[in-house]
């Protein structure tokens, strides 16, 4: 069965950072791409960065190119995403997703099996 846990969102200030991971299980993480997505209140869910299975490429958008950075640990299974630099307009619920039947992809619908979510929040 696959699933998704992310953890590592909370309450940061601008300018500051964070690492948010994706823990995966049922699933082999390194054959596989896990994309990171996000949403606002109110806004479609955004997608922000994907680090391909097959050779470990990797996205970006261009909101956050330069300041995100996506990685993965192959022996704990688990995907990060390093957040910083941050800004008001960053504050969303962020998602990993993974798909088993292609690769990255920018669109949710890319994507077949989703974690539950982790805030992150940036304010003063």
Not at 22 to 41: E, H, K, M, N, V
Not at 63 to 78: L, M, Q
């Amino acid at each position: 069965q696959v699933q998704l846990v992310e953890s590592g969102g909370g309450l940061v200030q601008p300018g500051g950072s964070l690492r948010l991971s994706c823990a995966a299980s049922g699933f082999t993480l390194d054959y596989y791409p896990i994309g990171w997505f996000r949403q606002a209140p109110g806004k479609e869910r955004e997608g922000v960065s994907c680090i391909s299975g097959s050779d470990g490429s990797t996205y970006y958008s261009d909101s956050v190119r330069g300041r995100f950075t996506i990685s993965r640990d192959n022996a704990k299974n688990t995907a990060y995403l390093h957040v910083s630099s941050l800004k008001p307009e960053d504050t969303a619920v962020y998602y990993c997703a993974t798909t088993l039947t292609s690769g990255c992809s920018d669109s949710p619908y890319g994507y077949d099996y989703w974690g539950q979510g982790t805030q992150v929040t940036v304010s003063s």
